[in-house]
């Protein structure tokens, strides 16, 4: 069905007007992916963050000693910040590449559907884990 809408959309379509269309479409990808390295990168650092000092700190101190705090935010907070805003980056791209697509299939309808946003789902799920490990300090 997919397969007859699009045919008969590039039946209509001028070549220059596909061709824009398919730059469009591939602009809206790479700005998903944009995003997705973005969040990627908050992720891994603030998971990396969190990790370290739990490490350096586990060699200093008993695992029976509650930790002092001598600041106001501490590494396991950093880290779940950093997380946090990696996630809010992650959800705030998939909105507008899922707004833009739709504007675009309402004035051209049989534009194949987006396989960056899987991507961008996958790696939501993994900081979602990170997230959950760094709260409850796996």
């Known amino acids: 069905m997919a397969e007859q809408a699009a045919g008969k959309t ?28 973005t969040g990627t990168s908050l992720i891994t650092f603030g998971f990396a963050v969190y990790k370290f000092f739990q490490l350096e700190t586990a060699g200093t101190v008993s695992k029976t000693a509650p930790l002092v705090k001598t600041s106001l935010i501490g590494p396991r907070e950093f880290g ?9 980056t992650l959800l705030i791209g998939t909105f507008e590449h899922g707004r833009d697509l739709r504007a675009l299939h309402r004035d051209y309808p049989g534009m194949p559907p987006s396989g960056t946003r899987l991507i961008a789902i996958l790696i939501g799920l993994l900081g979602l884990l990170a997230f959950v490990g760094v709260v409850y300090r796996f």
């Open 80 to 88: 779940l910040v950093l997380i946090g805003i990696g996630l809010l």
């Open 10 to 37: 590039a039946e209509i379509l001028p070549l220059t007007t596909r061709l824009a269309l398919e730059r469009t479409r591939g602009a809206y990808e790479r700005t998903l992916m944009a995003w997705v390295r």
